[in-house]
């Protein structure tokens, strides 16, 4: 798909997000005395433990930010709220500012943060496989992500290091919404399917499916989701963007060193309905992958990853300029704070 279609399509989504579920926490209506921000997250995951943790231990609030947070369900959906003026601040994979960027967009996205280093989505296959290699998945259907999104982008992205071409050795259902794959593949959809947690223990809690491979230990290090809000924004708001980060700098020194378990005690009351017993060991899996980073900074190598991926996958003709959309003043200061 063109970036053209694909933006279309993003913008196209702005009214039905207005119209979408959302998710309210850390806000009890606008705070007296506290800079309000909202932030639209592609997802609501244990993936992005770092974040909650910084929600659940006050950081925001520390920090002097009364956080808002929403829920997008898909990178579309989070980067037309962000485009619309109904987020302040875009939580998704960075692929989505650089297609905003490619369309000539003056008012574009530009990246501040980046908070995990790995994908966060595994394989999933029906039975247990403990000697798992990727040519198994040679002709099989796999439910996959949407075209042009980190995700599908990542799995492909994998497959082509394994000698195989997704468009031929591979049949790949990207007709599945964000977040209903799980449950297509419990209904008897796909021979394999690609989920992110709790999605991913939940199917072998049931006994429906089983993680035979982590794409994020698979692709190796890539800047899968960062933090981004439009260039005016940042112009006008660099306190309040400053102080949102340093408070997620902390959220990140928290899960660098503390235990999974101590991790899954904070942020527990964010997935009311998984056990902590469940939290834990989701933590765990993300831990030991080396999924978070130590830090905010977006470096350039990354961003060069990005750009590499988007070009395999077909998703990008032109290159566009790192330091046109990452801005990593805000990480830095947060790291040089941190180190005081």
């Known amino acids: 798909m063109k970036t053209g279609k694909l933006m279309k399509r993003m913008l196209a989504c702005i009214l039905a997000f207005m119209m979408s579920v959302t998710v309210f926490t850390g806000c ?7 800079t309000h921000v909202t932030l639209n997250e592609v997802a609501h995951s244990i993936f992005y433990a770092p974040q909650y943790v910084a929600i659940e231990n006050g950081y925001f609030e520390e920090e002097g930010i009364d956080l808002e947070l929403v829920t997008g369900f898909g990178a579309d959906k989070t980067m037309s709220a962000l485009v619309s003026g109904e987020a302040d601040v875009g939580f998704m994979g960075a692929e989505a500012s650089v297609y905003l960027y490619s369309e000539g967009a003056s008012d574009y996205a530009v990246n501040f943060a980046q908070l995990t280093q790995r994908a966060g989505n595994f394989l999933v296959a029906r039975k247990p496989i403990d000697d ?7 002709d099989k259907d796999v439910l996959g992500g949407r075209k042009g999104g980190m995700p599908e982008m990542v799995f492909e992205y994998i497959l082509k290091k394994n000698n195989m071409d997704p468009a031929i050795d591979v049949k790949i259902n990207q007709s599945i919404d964000f977040g209903s794959t799980a449950a ?3 209904g008897g959809q796909g021979d394999y399917t690609i989920e992110f947690e709790p999605a991913a223990t939940a199917l072998e809690s049931a006994g429906e499916g089983y993680v035979v491979a982590s794409l994020g230990v698979e692709s190796g290090y890539v800047p899968y989701t960062s933090y981004c809000a439009t260039k005016d924004y940042l112009a006008e708001n660099a306190d309040a963007i400053g ?3 340093k408070a997620l700098q902390k959220g990140m020194e928290y899960v660098n060193t503390h235990t999974p378990k101590e991790i899954a005690e904070v942020i527990a009351p964010q997935f009311e309905e998984t056990d902590v017993e469940t939290i834990e060991t989701i933590v765990t899996r993300y831990y030991e992958q080396d999924t978070w980073k130590d830090n905010l900074v977006f470096e350039e190598s990354s961003f060069d990853l990005l750009q590499n991926i988007l070009s395999d996958a077909g998703e990008l003709s032109n290159r566009v300029p790192y330091d046109k959309l990452v801005d990593t003043r805000y990480a830095e200061e947060a790291l040089k704070e941190s180190k005081k």
Do not use: H, Y
């Not at 009890?28 to 506290?34: E, T």
């Not at 798992?132 to 040679?138: E, H, L, Y």
């Open 28 to 34: 009890d209506g606008k705070k007296s005395g506290l």
């Open 132 to 138: 798992f290699t990727w040519d198994m998945i040679k």
């Open 184 to 186: 297509a593949f419990s």
């Open 243 to 245: 102080k949102f980060t």
